[in-house]
């Protein structure tokens, strides 16, 4: 089996690390490098062969965009952000894909089954594909935690932690009992993401996390110091799972 060379470009730690643990999982994947910035990247595609790059857009000094129209001799791209916006970029620029932060594993391996076609690798791939589906999913079903990009970092925030999530526009805000956390998305999507048996939506503006629910007032319910409201189409459900 030819191995595909990878490159990993984020500015974050904890988002290099976690394409670094799902590359791992991958045995036709090969890590040449980690680069915390574009001028660390342009010396690792000069000193390495490099088939396909996990880059990140947003970052200080030179955005993946900027960095990747430098480029003379493009590897493969798989664009990896935070923001949806850029996604049109992307297409332009003729990436493999694009990977909207935070993702899960099962999309990563769309995205790197799509530059493995591309590379003509399709055998092998679809084969081990087929063969770690059902490992993809007990492992997601036993992750605690999501991974939130704000203000150009990444927060690993624990589902226990969370209160309530509040949607606030184009931005959800992450409310803990340490404060709160903005970042780019939408309640509608992270119902999709977080688990059903620990969070679900109370109103058209707040997702709650359900053990955190100490009582119920009226139409409201209390977190923490917190009171929230249930929207009319949702206190059926509430008072169904919750009281």
Same mark, same amino acid.
């Given at each position: ?66 960095? +990747?129209?430098?480029? /003379?001799? #493009?590897?493969? @791209?798989?664009?990896? =952000? !935070? ?6 970029? $992307? ?71 969370? +209160?309530?999530?509040? /949607?606030? #526009?184009?931005? @959800?805000?992450?409310? =803990? !009992? ?6 780019? $998305? ?58």
């Amino acid at each position: 089996m030819n191995k595909i060379n990878c490159l990993i470009v984020d500015d974050e730690e904890l988002a290099r690390n976690l394409v670094e643990n799902y590359v791992n999982r991958l045995p036709h994947l090969n890590i040449v490098g980690k680069c915390a910035n574009p001028f660390e990247a342009m010396q690792a595609l000069q000193e390495n062969k490099v088939d396909l790059m996990f880059l990140d857009i947003q970052m200080p000094d030179l955005t993946g965009i900027e960095f +990747l129209k430098t480029l /003379s001799h #493009k590897p493969m @791209v798989i664009f990896t =952000t !935070a923001y949806k916006e850029y996604a049109m970029d $992307g297409y332009e620029l003729d990436v493999v894909d694009y990977l909207l932060k935070p993702f899960r594993f099962e999309r990563f391996l769309q995205a790197v089954n799509k530059a493995a076609k591309l590379l003509k690798t399709t055998p092998e791939i679809t084969e081990y594909s087929a063969a770690v589906q059902p490992v993809v999913i007990d492992n997601e079903t036993q992750k605690d935690y999501i991974l939130v990009k704000s203000d150009y970092k990444v927060f690993r925030m624990f589902y226990k932690d969370i +209160l309530y999530i509040e /949607s606030m #526009k184009e931005y @959800v805000a992450y409310h =803990t !009992a340490e404060g709160r956390t903005l970042s780019l $998305g939408s309640l509608k999507k992270l119902v999709e993401q977080l688990p059903s048996e620990q969070f679900m939506r109370i109103h058209k503006s707040f997702i709650a996390n359900i053990s955190r629910i100490k009582a119920l007032e009226g139409n409201m319910v209390h977190l923490g110091e917190k009171k929230l409201p249930i929207g009319t189409s949702y206190k059926e459900e509430v008072l169904k799972r919750v009281f």
